[in-house]
Each structure stands twice: as C-alpha cells, then as structure tokens.
C-alpha cells in the first residue's frame, strides 16, 4: 500500500475506489499524528476538507482562478480554522475534547448548508479540473497521480516530523504534559502544532476531492464522515503513518464490498451494511486491538535498520550563570496548601553547589509536593524558592529546567511504545533549536545527530547501554528509573532532581547508582533525592533533611539524623 503503481486497463471502478482510499489515508494521516501520536481525540476532521474543497470551488468558479493557485490558500484557509478552534480546542482534556470536536464539526456542517454563497445545501458544482499545459485531468485514471502523490509526499513530510526533536516532543504528550514540560517543552505551542498539521491534511483531501469529484456540497464534510476517518485510522493502527493507509483501503473496500453485495444476499433490504460493517470492526480490533498494521509488522522477520549514534559528536552545553560554589537551591517557608489541608508547612532548607542533599519521611509527608513546588508543577501558597538566586515559587517547569534542574518522578513518566534512547533524548529538547518545518524537509540532521549522541552517551554513562534500542515499556521498573536519570542529565543540569530513585533496585543497582551520584557531585552537580531505603540515604547523603506531615522535624548529617528523637518518633511511633 506504501506506493501503488499504476495498471494500465484496470477497470475505472477500481481507480475511483484507489482515489476514495487515497483521499481518506491523507485525512487518517493527520489523525494518526494527533490522536495516536498526540493523544488528542478529534471527531470533526471532516469540515476541514470541507474549508479546503469549498475555497478551491469558490475561487475557481467564481473567480476564475487556477486550481493550482487555489492550493496553498485552500491549505491556508484550513490552516487559520484549525489555528482559531486549536485555541480553544486544545486547551480541553478528557472527554471534553472530543466532545469539543463533534461540536464543531456539527457546526461547521450546518454552516456550509446554509451560506448562499458555498451553494447551501447543493453545493458548488461546475469545479475545473487540474490540469498541466494541455493535459486535463478529466477522469478518476488521470487525478489517481496526483492524489497518490500528494500522499506519499504527506507520508514522507509526516514520517520525517516523527523522526525529530519536534516529533518527540509530540509523542510525549499522549503521557501527559508533566514530563514533557519538566523537560521544556512547550504544550499549548505542540498541541497546537499537531492540530494544524492534521487540518491541513485534511484540507489537502478536501482540496484533491474538490477536483476530483467537480463538484462540493456539505454531505462529505458531516459528523458522521469525521467518525469514519477516525475508524480508519483506529483499524489501520493509530500511531502509524502507513497504518493511515492501510486503514483506509480496509475500511473503503470494506464498505464498497458491503454495499455492492449485502443487498443481492438479504433481498435488497437497506441500512444492513451498516450494522455488518460496524461488527466486523469490532472483530477486527478484537484480533488486532493496536491496528491492523502493527499486528503485521510484527508478524514480518525484517526488522528496519537501525543508524548507531555517533556518541563522538558534542553538543553545546548549556549557557547560564556558573555554579562552582554558593547555594543552588533556596528554599524560605515555602506552603502548599490544598483546601483546608496543608501539604507543605513553612518549610525552609538549602541545597548547596557539589552537595547531595536527601528528603527523607514517612509516606504523605509532603516530599513529592515540596519536589513540584522546587520544579514549577505546583504552585506555591506562601514563601520563596530560588535557584541562582532567581524565584521560581510560580514559575512554570519550561523556565525551571533553563535554570539547570531536572528531575525524575515517583511514578515513572516515560513514554512505553518509544525506545530508550528515543525518551532518553526528550531530556535535550532545550539543547535542539531546529523546528517543525525542518524537520519535514530532513534540514535538522546534524542538530538530531548531536542530540541522539548525547542521549546515547547518558544511556552508557547510567549502564544501560544494552538496552538503548529496547522500547521503554519492556523494561523492568528499577530499569525505566535509571532510564529516567539518564533523560533528566540530557538536560545538562546544575542539581538533579530524584524522587525515589532507588524504588525497584537490586542491592548491586543499588550500589552502582550511588556511585554515579558520588561521580556527578564531585563532578560539579548537586543532587536533592527522595528516598524509602534509609541505608542507601545515609550512605550516600551529605545531608540529610525530614519531613512529618508537611512539617521540617530536622536537619543535619546523617549521623545527626539517625539519633534524632523526632524522626525516630515520625517513623516508629511514640511507644518505640
């Protein structure tokens, strides 16, 4: 399906149902960029092929302007729509978003139905064809190239974004935006991206369909053909680009095949292909619940060759204020308080330059939240935090980690269906420059090179070297931590953040992991850990700071600390 050749004296039916698959794969693919990529389900697809069909119908028959000037305005004019309900679109989440998209998409159906100049509901008719000099593309065997060819270019624009900084920076957002941004990346700016991109592939179909039909009425461009779209890209596989058009051609035939000979078997009784159609889906994504692609690819002994980064090339450190001595981290009676239920109580402590600090108590006693606070996920109700001397108590994640602070999370945060290396180099998305349209024109390989060996350099420096191609999700828990800490040191960091690091780790893991935060503090880097295994703390701490129930109890050496009162009553109770 990759590319299908033309055959000279194939019927014409079999040439328009090509066409109709290829105009649905272009509409697919934008879907598999933005619900399976990007995890932003969107039912309203269709009315940007409408924005695209109905520009290039009113401007060529009403204006008499050629089909192929109409094209970067019909992309234009889907474009600009998608920027307008991307605003306020993307900002929804859950089942408002895809609540959000019917709505539209309804709206939008009715607003080409009722505008005299689109036609109303009978549309525009009398659309010239494409044509090149003298040769006009009158019938389905003619326009069948240039559909094919607009997909394939789309194919190759879509697999080249994927394969980027942008790319992923796309694909982490289908985990949520907290890892993600701890590490940079702007959400609003990649959800908005990836919307317009969708759009303005479907604009492209909508514009091919235009001139190949002759015609444009409001019927395509309804609800119902946006649930479609996202029926083929669901059956073709939702994360993959050639899924798009696999996923097209199943469910076009299917139809096609449905409608042609249901009738003949039932004795011409109407709507049945409807509910055959819809159960033969849900077996198919029965069999191959990931889509249909995917459940063949795996089933292929050819695996895709893989390039080995060239871990020899250097990347730029970070430009920020140097940190060889003084303290890194100020924090004065920060507060967080949810409700009447206080999470953080005035607490105050320090991390200073080439220092490994840990926080340690009892579970809810406000660790993970001080460690949210530090990095910008939460808000802060009362006091100051600084790194640098700059305040960040209200500062979002994006501008914290400018500062040099990466972090790891108590649950782990990795992207499962990407490689090691591939959410390892998430970390050095502030180190990249090159953008989205680069990316598609393959004009930021020598800044993905640079990025992919600094991720593959972290990866051998955490001794997870064996396991750089393994997809993230496969590895064991104590593994996907240590892969953690290797995307948070892309970020070239002055202090490391590490909640629960050693959570899932054999002894000899253990051991190796607290020789490596030994190395990156003598090293320069400074490193504030959350921690269960108090034997791991107070082996490797400089200084050790406890928390009870959002309160700082103590502060000092580990040896200090293990005579405590206080904290041995915070962990083993009064009695004891």
Request: a positive charge.
């Amino acid at each position: 399906m990759a590319a299908i050749p033309f055959i000279p004296g194939i019927p014409p039916f079999w040439i328009v149902l090509l066409n109709n698959i290829g105009l649905a794969a272009l509409v697919a693919m934008g879907l598999v960029l933005l619900t399976g990529v990007g995890g932003l389900t969107s039912f309203g697809q269709a009315a940007f092929c409408g924005f695209g069909a109905y520009t290039t119908a009113v401007l060529t028959t009403a204006y008499g302007v050629s089909p192929w000037l109409t094209l970067p305005l019909s992309l234009l004019v889907s474009g600009i729509a998608a920027v307008l309900l991307g605003i306020i679109t993307v900002r929804l989440s859950g089942h408002y978003l895809p609540l959000g998209t019917i709505a539209w998409g309804i709206g939008l159906f009715y607003l080409f139905s009722k505008l005299e100049f689109l036609g109303r509901n009978d549309g525009i008719s009398g659309i010239p064809p494409l044509s090149i000099g003298n040769f006009r593309m009158l019938d389905p065997g003619t326009i069948y190239f240039a559909i094919w060819i607009g997909v394939l270019v789309s194919a190759l624009l879509t697999m080249n974004l994927l394969d980027s900084r942008t790319g992923r920076a796309i694909r982490a957002l289908r985990r949520g935006h907290i890892a993600g941004e701890a590490f940079g990346v702007q959400t609003p700016r990649a959800k908005l991206l990836v919307f317009v991109y969708a759009a303005v592939l479907a604009g492209l179909s909508g514009w091919l369909y235009a001139h190949f039909q002759r015609a444009a009425n409001p019927t395509p461009f309804g609800a119902h053909a946006g649930i479609e779209y996202l029926f083929i890209a669901v059956v073709g596989g939702a994360g993959y680009v050639w899924g798009a058009v696999l996923g097209a051609g199943i469910v076009v035939i299917l139809k096609e095949i449905l409608q042609s000979y249901l009738p003949y078997v039932f004795g011409g009784q109407s709507q049945l292909e409807t509910i055959v159609f819809g159960i033969l889906l849900v077996v198919l994504l029965q069999l191959a619940p990931t889509g249909v692609w995917p459940w063949l690819t795996a089933r292929l002994p050819l695996k895709p060759a893989r390039k080995e980064p060239d871990t020899s090339l250097p990347l730029a450190k970070r430009e920020r204020a140097p940190a060889s001595a003084g303290t890194l981290l100020q924090i004065e009676k920060a507060r967080k308080q949810f409700g009447g239920v206080i999470a953080v109580n005035d607490v105050s402590f320090d991390v200073q330059a080439r220092e490994i600090v840990a926080l340690i108590g009892p579970n809810g006693a406000g660790k993970s939240t001080t460690f949210n606070l530090i990095t910008g996920v939460l808000t802060t109700t009362g006091g100051t935090i600084s790194v640098l001397g700059h305040k960040v108590d209200n500062a979002p994640p994006q501008e914290v980690v400018k500062l040099g602070v990466a972090r790891t999370f108590q649950h782990v945060k990795l992207v499962p269906d990407m490689t090691v290396l591939e959410n390892v180099a998430i970390g050095a998305h502030l180190r990249g420059s090159s953008g989205a349209i680069s990316s598609m024109f393959r004009l930021d390989r020598a800044d993905e090179a640079k990025l992919l060996a600094e991720a593959a350099r972290q990866i051998e420096r955490v001794g997870l070297g064996d396991q750089i191609d393994q997809l993230a999700g496969s590895l064991s828990l104590g593994q996907q931590r240590i892969v953690e800490i290797a995307r948070a040191l892309c970020v070239d960091p002055l202090l490391l953040l590490l909640d629960e690091p050693a959570a899932g780790l054999r002894h000899m893991e253990k051991q190796r992991l607290a020789a490596l935060l030994r190395q990156l503090r003598d090293g320069g880097m400074s490193v504030l850990l959350v921690e269960h295994d108090m034997g791991f703390v107070m082996d490797l701490a400089d200084r050790v700071v406890v928390l009870d129930f959002g309160t700082k109890i103590a502060e000092g050496t580990p040896a200090a600390i293990k005579t405590n009162p206080d904290v041995i009553k915070a962990y083993l109770g009064a009695t004891a």
